[in-house]
Every structure is written in structure tokens, then in C-alpha cells.
């Protein structure tokens, strides 16, 4: 059976992608209206179809159909008003002043104002979806109908309040349906009442949602189509089943397998792109915990991650769609990704001597020392790449315990009881690296029982200092300067790095028009996507 | 020998019957509900922290008061009184993973389940007791080996394997039956849809059963026939099919009927491994997802009502036990 | 050498006894014959059986020698297999025999009990006790153990009850032998050939039960076991399908010959039970 390649992967889908003209600037047809457009993801339903907190992909997948952020980024890396026509900071960055559009109604028909957007940030961001991005926040006024101020304790860079402004839960939420109740079990999150393009009719559990197109959306003319229908199918084959049968138009997050990926672009019909993820890179990483004396010494944290050959688990576990990660800020991340990193690729050799100069030399029976590596098991993945590392680390002297257990026992033994040697992880990280990239390695990040964050114990005062001022520092040049200091840093300390960045691929029918167009995709609002016949 | 009894007494011994499998049940019922409920709080990660971890909260304020949202303040015989009663007033709880009750949790994912089974358990006892009766009726030929080989293999042939080997010759191989799910998405649910979806995961299920009914009925056949009322019937002339439908048929059914009602339990295990090998959403798939994430409520649930069933199919059977021989008095 | 001639008779028995004492001889032979890690990644992936001499059944989707993972795997499967059974089969001998010897409360006690278990879903509880507990070998063995030893302790409960007014027994209660000599030094080892015969269809039953555990991927990962391999295949039943099928049709001749050896013992020490 052959292999897929990554370049045989990159020669069908540009050739797939070229024919379709998707990649072409200017449409060369007339959006059609109307229509139905079906669309599924590469995992499950929901629990509630929004969650205050942001819950995971698949809520904030159903959810940003029907709600709208105050920003967002656009595919050149501006960002641009949504809700907010547009912002400015004050002159010492402790405030901005963030003008509110006018016209915006929600769907149940009462007008989107300055109350809102005021409540939603206080109750919502503060206390759910922001909640460790704005530590510093200091309260919000609007001094007229048009205005919202946000105050900040220290002074916020740009690049981080827009980011802020558009983050992926971060909605604009009707203060009348939620004022007054636990935004966590208010019913509301089931039939959500937004501004977005689609409003709420329906949710077959099990099924799908149905959306029907919002008549006083405020983008005239938009949405294109009638209905959007959100179906969830529970494995990779019946949704590459579905869409072969065209019952299902588009699947984003890695909808079915490579293979079926492959024989689906082939046949002309579908075109496959990695396009729409860049502002939601996922990882695959490898953690340290530092609290076994085992790990006290850099050199010894530096061999583990020289001894797993990740091309390998790229070839192997992803078939092709994943490159090897050098940095905890991603490489599609151009504001701040630098290649000039402390490199600890695939060295075997260099990982026994490591641990030979670090007092850990290979004893009689072959070993140095045993660990225990957990693998989380909410990806089916992170199983094999147990394998593949535990395989690399035996090879040079290190005996794994290997256990995959399931999601709750992985979260509470990884970031509550820190009841592992090793643990691969999955994150996914905005271009923003505070909080979501430097929680991870700084002391602060260290929050028992809190997932997601700083759960290898690292804690360095240069780091930390270092974080502060990154926190603060508003020239972009300077900010830059100190995020690439952070990365050599950390590369060098190597607690927690990422082995892999994972190839994310949008599947779609080649009649499917406007789509992709969205540094997070999946969850974009999909308010300029159509159908051809 | 079946119409002695007079048909009134046999309602009464029938309704006794009822009466008093339904007094066992409740002693049957809390012990089912004190096991699982001690198992589901054994378990690591507690779903407090399985869902303040996917809340992403940290404030001990808000923590405390999900505890209390969650009933789970309360210490745990406590917890567990408050479920029994509840229980007792149809209450099953609340599931905050899918914000709805957990009867409408499960009641969404019941009704695929109860086609599974019940097209399985047809199959498996009109397939099984066809093939036994003619193993029997043609005892060491050729037809006889035939049963008895496929009933080894469809016996050992793991049920999941099974239903991948089939997938791969029917749906991927030869395209005439769907490769998973319930229904065509996107339009279909029609009854016929439904049924064509249907097949294959009948056959992976129902077959293991069918092999074990064939076999059983294929020495109960054998033993009947050797009985002494048998021997009568044959004298006083009737003919052999005459007899073999008549008389050996209806007593040897017995023994079969007795594992079916003994193996309802395993027919409800089985369609959790079908489910996930044909995506069928059944109560299977719902199982497996709670125990993942810890759902206490609806696995709890999920277990009272699936040992409901099963003490539910063993009176059923039990009865259709007494009608088909009321010499038998069961206690 | 009567049993064994009675044994013998059964043909099918007789090829499953050989099979199954070929499949231990490979199970023990196993680093002999493949002295690397079986979960080892050892070549290309998905290599069909056949396509390459040195992977005679071909490679999983990692990489991994298919036949290093059975030969592996038949040890893990009859480890279980016979830990299972022999903890089912303790409990269950154990519930029976006190059940049937005392009766009275203790009996009904017992066997509500055993009614208890037999009502939850036995798949079921065993995957929430896996689940608990975590996925490893031994955890799995005490589960299945949990949920088999029902109709064993029915068994020996029936035995007991038949044997324990014969006259032997009350010979040597008049005697005075105690009650636990009586159990384990008279009535036991003449309540036993039902009980072997049972214990060898729950052995079958335990290595179905641990594949089907492990291929809802909640089995031990650091073992080659037949289960999970089909379990690993599932994504590519459209390419390399071998991957589900070859373990799937071990498990299968395994469980197979379990049963006619059974049925074997069964001529064997119940002569007159036989449907003939």
C-alpha cells in the first residue's frame, strides 16, 4: 500500500485546489442564494451549544454561528472591528476606548447596546471566557450610547487587546437573557440568542443543529444561504461516508482520515486545505514534571526530547500532516515565531551522552532510570505516540511505564494530582501568547486542579520577569525582541515543548464557495459562505 | 397433557407469579443501585472536577457553589439516600453535561437500542430454533454437521469482529449495505432506511445467540422426542411432522426460552460493543461517553434501567415458560 | 485412562486440546521464536501479508510486526483466559458450596447475591470496573472474574445440595469430622467434573470478554493483546483490512477449541448427562 506523502499530499491538493479555483482572489462567479449547506467536524457533540467558558472546540463551534466577537482577524493578519467599528488606546495604553456599532439586533429582535457589551465583559469574559487573559482588567464604563472604555491596571499592547477583542468565546452576549442567572446552567446556552448571521431553530440531540439565516443580520445581503445544519457523525468513516454520498457539504478539524482524505481529493469532487487554522494551531507536546528530582538538571529534560524521532510520529501517526514543533510559539505565527531556537531534534546519541554527563549512566541491565509516561488519551493519536516515544527512550536506556488513560483521569492525574513523569499533551494556542503560550512556564501557571496550564512545576524568576514584561511592553518591535528571548529561553530549559504542530484540514465539496477564509475557521461565523450548484 | 389444568387457576398461578417476582425485584433494584453508585464514586477524577477542569474555573467560590449545584456537598450516604428516593418517584436526576434530565438523556438513545436488541433476539431464536429443529429432524446428516459447524463458528467468532468483517464484505467490498449509523444523513429516516441500516448490526449480534439456541434446541429436540408421550402419539398413528410440530416442538421450546430470559443481560452488554462498531446511537454510545466523562447520574440510570429490562424479560419469560408447559410450577 | 479414552471419543475435543496445546507452546516459545518487544515499531507501515518476507502477516498501521504481535498475544490471551476463570471459578465454588452446604439465610443470601450480578449487564459492568480501577492486566482479570463466577456457584450449589444427605457425608459427620472437612475432603472433589467443565467455557468466555475490552480501547497498553489489534484496525478497514481480520480469526480458533474441549470434558466426566 503506498505512503502518503507530504509532498504527494501538497502535489493533490494544490493541483485539486487549483482546478477548483478556490485559491483565486477574485470570484470569478455570482454567490448564489439560498440553499441548504451541511457541515460537520472532525469530533463530537457539544454538552450545551454555548459555553460561558469556551468548554473546547465543539461548543465554540456551534456557538459562533450565532454569536459575534466585538473584533476579529482577518486572514493578512489585520485585525478589524465586528461588533466594534473600532478601538484606540489611550495615550499611557491603560484604557481603550472602543467605539460600538449601531443597527446591531439581536435575534429575538431587541437592539444590541452599549449594556451588553458592558455586562458581557464583566460577567462573562471576566469570570468564564477570559478569565486568566484579563487578571489586570480594572472595569468597563460607557460614557455614552456609542462608547465602551476598558481600563486595565498596566498598560495592555495593542496586539494583546485585539486579540482580546476577538478570542474565541469572547461574545457579546444579550445582557436581558442573562442578567440575573448562573451563565453556566442558563437554558439560554441551549437555544443561544446572538447577534451572528444564523439564528437558533433547532437541536436534534444526536443529530444536528439547524440554523436558519438571520433576515435582520447587519451585514445586508448576508447571509447567502437559507439554512445551515451542523451535523455530528460519531466516526471518521461515516463522515467521509456522508460526504462522499453528498449528504454532508464541508467537514472542518480533520473530518475523516488521511487515507479517506487522499480518495476523496482524487476524485476531483473535493478539495482539501490546511488553510483556516492559523490563528488555532494544535500541538502535540511533551511535559517534564519537574518535581522528580530526575528531571532537576536541563540536560537530562533536553534528552527526552532528543530521543523521540518526531519525524517519525509525523509519518506515521498523522500520515504526513504534521511538521516538527522547535518552539512553543508555532511557526504559522509571524508576529512572533522565530527559528533561531535551542534545536532538540531527533539526536539519539546526543541524548545518551546527555544523560551519561548528567550522572545517569546505563547500569547493569541496560537501564538508567524508569519513568512514567502518561499519555492522554482524549486523541487517539497520543496512544501511538506512547508507543513511538516510549520506544525511543528504551532505546536509550530509559524504562516507560506507559498508561493512556481516558480524558477526566487524564486531566486530573496531568493538572491536579501531577501523578506523571512524562505526559504528552495536546494544545491548541492563538498568535497571542499571553496567557495561553507563557502559562505554561510561568509560576502563576502553576494552578492545581486547573487544566491547560503550567502542570511540569517549571518556575524560573528569569521567566517570570521576563513574562511581565512582555505583558506590558507596547512597542511591537521591543515586545517582539523579548517574546523571541522567552522562546530561546524556554527551548534552552526544555520542561514542556512541543513535539509536533499538527496539520489541521478542512474538507469541502468543490461546491462549497468562501470558505477557509478565516485565520480560525472553525470558529469563524460563516456569514460569506455559499454553494454552487 | 396441556389442557388439564383448568385456565382460571392457570391466570391465578400466573398472577402469583407476578406478584411475587415483582416483590424480589425491589430488594434485586436497591442492590443494583447501592453497587453501581459505590463503583461510579470509586472512580478517579470526580465529575466536579471533570467539569470546573472543562470550565476552565478556578475560583474556589465558584467551585463550592457548583459542588452545591451538583448535589455533591452532601456526603456520599447521603447522596445516595436522596437518589433512592428520588428513584422511587421516577426522578432519575439531572445531567449537566447535556443539560437536560436524565430520563430525557436516556429515553432519546433507548428506542435504538430496543430495535437492536429486539430485531437481534428475533433473529437469533426464529434463525436458532429453525436450524435446531432441522439439525434434529435430520440428526447425523449432512445438514446436521452443517448447523453444527456454523453454529462453533458463529459461537466463538468474537461479536465485533463479526460485524467488521462484515462491514468490510457487504459495505466496503460490495457497497449494498451502509457502512455504519441508523439512518442516511441529511434526508432518509424512512422506515425502510432504517431497517437497511439494520442488518448488519442484527447480524453481528444475533448470530452468537442463534448458535447457542440452535444447539440447545437441537438436543432438547433429541431428548424430547424420546419421551414417553411421544411414543404415544407416533402409536396411536399420527405422523411424524404431525408430532414433531404438535408435541415435541412446544416442550422442547422450553429449555431455549430459558436461556433467552437468562441472557438478556449479556443481549443488552453486546449491543454496547455493536453500537460502537456500526456508530449505532444507542444506549450504548451514551454509556461509554458517561463513564468517560464521569456522568454519574446517567451511567447510575443507565444501569437501573438496563437491569429493569432484564428482570422485566425474565418474568416475561417465566410466564411464557408456565403457559408452554403448566405442568411446571416455578417458584 | 478411562477419562481420557472417554475424552479421546469426541473427535472435535481431541482436535481442540491439540490446538489449544499448540497455541501454549507458542505462547510459551514466544521470546524464543521473537525475542523483541512485539509493540516494537520494526518496518513500514501497512505492509500487507505477503508483501514482504520478513512480516509474514504484514505491519499494523505504526509499523509493528503482525505475527510477533499474535505469537505475543496468545500469551496474554491465555493468561487472562485461565487467571479469570481460576478467579471466577474460586469465587464461584466458593458462594456455591457454602450456599448449598448450610443453606437457610446463608443460602438465600447467596444466592440473591448471584441473582444481583447476573442482572447488571455483565459487559457492561466490567467495562465501568476497568474504567475505575484502570486498564491493567490484572484489573481486567478481576473484573471478568466479577461478572463470570455466577454460574459456576449456581453449579456447585446444585451439587452440594445433592450431596450433601448422601450417606457418605453422614458417615463422617457421625464421625465427627467438622463441617470444612466434609466441604473440602468429601463433597468437593466429587462436586468438581460439572464445575471443570464450566470453568473451561468461562475461560472462553473471559478471552471474548478481554477482547472486547480492549477493543473499545480500554485494554492494557503495554500488552500485544488480539483484541486491541483489531481494535487498532478499525480505521483502515477500507485499505488494510488483514489488520482486523488476522486477530479476529486467532481469537476465534482459540475460543473455538475452548468449546469443543469442553464439550469433551463433559463426555468425559458427565457420561451420563450426554445427548446421545
Redesign the interface.
Known amino acids: 500500500m503506498s505512503k502518503i506523502t507530504r509532498r504527494t499530499f501538497s502535489a493533490t491538493v494544490g493541483a485539486s485546489v487549483a482546478a477548483t479555483g478556490l485559491i483565486a482572489p477574485a470570484l470569478a462567479q455570482e454567490p448564489k442564494r439560498g440553499g441548504t449547506l451541511v457541515a460537520t467536524w472532525g469530533g463530537g457533540e457539544p454538552q450545551a451549544c454555548y459555553v460561558p467558558s469556551g468548554g473546547g472546540s465543539s461548543p465554540t463551534f456551534s456557538s459562533s454561528k450565532l454569536f459575534e466577537r466585538l473584533g476579529s482577524r482577518k486572514m493578512t493578519g489585520e485585525f478589524v472591528g465586528e461588533l466594534a467599528e473600532s478601538w484606540k488606546p489611550a495615550a499611557d495604553y491603560k484604557s481603550y476606548a472602543v467605539k460600538i456599532r449601531k443597527g446591531v439586533k439581536f435575534h429575538d429582535g431587541k437592539e444590541m447596546t452599549v449594556a451588553d457589551v458592558v455586562y458581557s465583559i464583566d460577567e462573562i469574559w471576566k469570570k468564564y471566557a477570559a478569565a486568566a487573559a484579563m487578571t489586570d482588567y480594572a472595569g468597563a464604563e460607557s460614557p455614552d450610547a456609542d462608547t465602551v472604555i476598558i481600563k486595565f491596571a498596566k498598560p495592555v499592547p495593542e496586539f494583546f487587546f485585539a486579540s482580546l477583542l476577538s478570542g474565541n468565546v469572547n461574545y457579546i452576549v444579550p445582557k436581558h437573557v442573562y442578567a440575573g442567572s448562573d451563565p453556566v446552567t442558563n437554558p439560554a446556552n441551549n437555544a443561544p440568542i446572538g447577534t451572528g448571521p444564523w439564528k437558533f431553530k433547532e437541536w436534534v440531540r444526536g443529530s444536528h443543529f439547524e440554523y436558519v439565516r438571520n433576515d435582520a443580520y447587519w451585514r445586508q445581503g448576508l447571509p447567502y444561504m437559507d439554512k445551515l445544519i451542523i451535523r455530528y457523525v460519531r466516526d471518521p468513516a461515516g463522515r467521509a461516508a456522508a460526504m462522499e454520498a453528498g449528504e454532508i457539504q464541508i467537514g472542518v478539524f480533520n473530518p475523516v482520515a488521511p487515507p479517506d482524505i487522499k480518495r476523496l481529493t482524487g476524485t476531483g469532487k473535493f478539495v482539501a486545505t490546511p488553510k483556516g487554522y492559523e490563528e488555532a494551531v494544535w500541538s502535540t507536546s511533551l511535559e517534564c514534571n519537574t518535581r522528580n528530582p530526575i528531571f532537576a538538571k536541563r540536560e537530562v529534560r533536553q534528552a527526552m526530547f532528543y530521543a523521540v524521532d518526531r519525524g517519525l510520529i509525523a509519518k506515521t501517526v498523522y500520515y504526513g500532516y504534521a511538521r516538527p514543533g522547535t518552539s512553543p510559539i508555532f511557526s504559522p505565527n509571524k508576529e512572533f515565531f522565530t527559528p533561531d531556537t535551542f534545536s532538540t531534534q531527533y539526536d539519539p546519541k546526543k541524548a545518551a551522552a546527555l544523560l551519561d554527563g548528567a550522572g545517569f549512566p546505563k547500569k547493569a541491565d541496560g537501564k538508567r532510570f524508569t519513568l512514567n509516561l502518561l499519555s492522554a488519551g482524549w486523541f487517539a493519536e497520543n496512544g501511538k505516540i506512547g508507543a513511538i516515544v516510549k520506544q525511543g527512550l528504551e532505546d536509550i536506556g530509559v524504562g516507560i511505564n506507559l498508561t493512556v488513560p481516558d480524558r477526566p483521569t487524564s486531566i486530573k492525574r496531568i493538572y491536579t494530582d501531577y501523578d506523571f513523569d512524562l505526559a504528552i499533551s495536546n494544545q491548541a494556542n492563538p498568535s497571542e501568547p499571553v496567557p495561553s503560550t507563557t502559562q505554561y512556564y510561568t509560576s502563576d501557571g502553576i494552578k492545581k486542579g486547573v487544566p491547560f496550564r503550567n502542570a511540569s512545576g517549571f518556575h524560573s524568576d528569569e521567566v517570570d520577569a521576563l513574562v511581565e514584561k512582555i505583558k506590558v511592553e507596547i512597542d511591537p518591535a521591543k515586545r517582539k525582541a523579548l517574546v523571541v528571548e522567552f522562546q530561546k529561553i524556554t527551548t534552552r530549559e526544555a520542561p514542556n515543548l512541543p513535539l509536533l504542530e499538527l496539520e489541521t484540514i478542512t474538507l469541502a465539496s468543490a461546491k462549497v464557495q468562501n470558505h477557509s477564509n478565516d485565520p480560525n475557521y472553525l470558529a469563524a461565523s460563516w456569514h460569506d459562505i455559499w454553494l454552487a450548484s | 397433557m396441556a389442557g388439564v389444568i383448568a385456565s382460571s387457576s392457570r391466570r391465578v398461578a400466573a398472577l402469583n407469579l407476578l406478584r411475587r417476582r415483582l416483590v424480589q425485584a425491589v430488594p434485586l433494584m436497591l442492590g443494583v443501585v447501592v453497587i453501581n453508585f459505590v463503583l461510579i464514586h470509586l472512580a478517579p477524577g470526580s465529575f466536579l472536577e471533570l467539569m470546573t477542569a472543562e470550565n476552565q474555573v478556578s475560583d474556589p467560590a465558584t467551585v463550592e457553589l457548583l459542588r452545591k449545584t451538583y448535589g455533591m456537598e452532601d456526603p456520599l450516604w447521603l447522596q445516595l439516600g436522596k437518589y433512592i428516593w428520588a428513584l422511587l418517584h421516577l426522578d432519575f436526576g439531572f445531567s449537566y453535561r447535556q443539560n437536560m434530565p436524565v430520563i430525557q438523556a436516556i429515553t432519546i438513545n433507548l428506542p435504538a437500542t430496543l430495535l437492536l436488541m429486539i430485531s437481534s433476539i428475533t433473529l437469533a431464536f426464529a434463525v436458532g430454533v429453525a436450524a435446531g429443529v432441522v439439525a434434529s429432524m435430520k440428526v447425523r446428516t449432512f445438514w446436521d454437521s452443517l448447523v453444527s459447524v456454523a453454529a462453533m463458528f458463529f459461537f466463538a467468532a468474537p461479536s465485533f469482529w463479526l460485524g467488521i468483517m462484515m462491514i468490510v464484505l457487504f459495505a466496503v467490498k460490495l457497497g449494498w449495505l451502509p457502512v455504519g449509523g441508523m439512518a442516511t444523513i441529511g434526508g432518509g429516516g424512512g422506515i425502510f432506511d432504517i431497517l437497511h441500516h439494520l442488518i448488519l448490526p442484527t447480524l453481528a449480534l444475533g448470530l452468537f445467540y442463534a448458535a447457542i439456541y440452535a444447539r440447545v434446541m437441537r438436543s432438547s429436540m433429541l431428548e424430547v422426542a424420546q419421551l414417553d408421550f411421544v411414543r404415544t402419539a407416533r402409536a396411536k398413528g399420527l405422523s411424524r411432522n404431525q408430532v414433531t410440530l404438535h408435541h415435541v416442538l412446544r416442550n422442547a421450546l422450553l429449555p431455549v426460552v430459558t436461556i433467552l430470559g437468562v441472557q438478556m443481560g449479556t443481549v443488552l452488554a453486546g449491543s454496547v460493543v455493536i453500537e460502537s462498531v456500526f456508530s449505532w446511537p444507542g444506549v450504548g454510545s451514551l454509556l461509554f461517553d458517561s463513564v468517560s466523562s464521569r456522568n454519574y447520574p446517567v451511567v447510575l440510570g443507565i444501569m437501573v434501567l438496563g437491569s429493569l429490562v432484564v428482570i422485566a424479560a425474565n418474568i416475561a419469560v417465566d410466564l411464557l415458560y408456565m403457559w408452554l408447559d403448566p405442568r411446571i410450577e416455578i417458584r | 485412562m478411562d477419562f481420557l479414552s472417554r475424552f479421546s471419543r469426541n473427535r472435535g475435543a481431541l482436535v481442540g486440546a491439540l490446538v489449544i496445546l499448540l497455541v501454549a507452546l507458542i505462547a510459551v516459545l514466544a521470546p524464543v521464536f521473537f525475542p523483541t ?1 512485539p ?3 520494526v518496518g ?5 501479508p505477503g508483501d514482504d518476507p520478513d512480516f509474514l502477516l504484514g505491519t499494523d ?3 509493528r510486526d503482525i505475527l510477533a504481535m499474535i505469537v505475543h498475544g496468545a500469551r496474554a490471551t491465555l493468561l487472562i483466559g485461565l487467571f479469570a476463570s481460576a478467579v471466577a471459578t474460586l469465587i464461584g465454588v466458593t458462594v456455591g458450596a457454602t450456599a448449598g452446604y448450610f443453606g437457610g439465610w446463608v443460602d438465600e443470601a447467596s444466592m ?2 448471584a ?2 450480578f ?8 466490567v ?3 476497568v ?5 491493567t492486566l490484572h484489573n481486567i482479570v478481576i473484573a471478568i472474574g466479577i461478572v463470570s463466577w455466577t454460574p459456576i456457584a449456581r453449579m456447585t450449589r446444585a451439587e452440594f445440595l445433592a450431596l450433601r444427605d448422601r450417606e457418605f457425608v453422614q458417615a463422617c459427620r457421625s464421625m465427627g469430622m467438622g463441617d470444612l472437612g466434609i466441604i473440602m475432603g468429601e463433597i468437593l472433589p466429587n462436586a468438581l467434573p460439572p464445575v471443570i467443565v464450566l470453568s473451561s467455557l468461562v475461560v ?1 468466555g473471559a478471552i ?1 470478554f478481554e ?2 475490552v480492549s ?3 480500554l485494554g492494557d ?2 500488552v500485544a493483546s488480539w ?1 486491541r489489534l ?1 481494535g487498532d484496525g ?8 488483514y489488520i ?2 488476522i ?2 480469526v486467532a ?3 482459540t ?2 477449541c475452548l ?2 474441549i469442553g464439550d469433551g470434558l463433559n463426555d468425559a466426566l458427565n457420561p451420563k448427562l450426554r ?2
Open positions: 518487544d509493540l516494537r515499531i513500514p507501515p501497512e505492509l500487507w498501521s505504526l509499523g440473591r447475591a441473582e444481583l447476573q442482572t447488571i449487564p455483565n459487559l457492561i459492568f467495562l465501568t470496573i474504567v475505575i480501577l484502570g486498564s472462553a471474548l477482547s472486547a477493543f473499545l480501547g497498553p503495554n483484541g483489531v478499525r480505521q483502515l478497514i477500507r485499505s488494510s483490512w482486523c481480520a486477530p479476529g481469537i476465534m480458533i475460543v473455538l468449546n469443543l445427548d446421545r
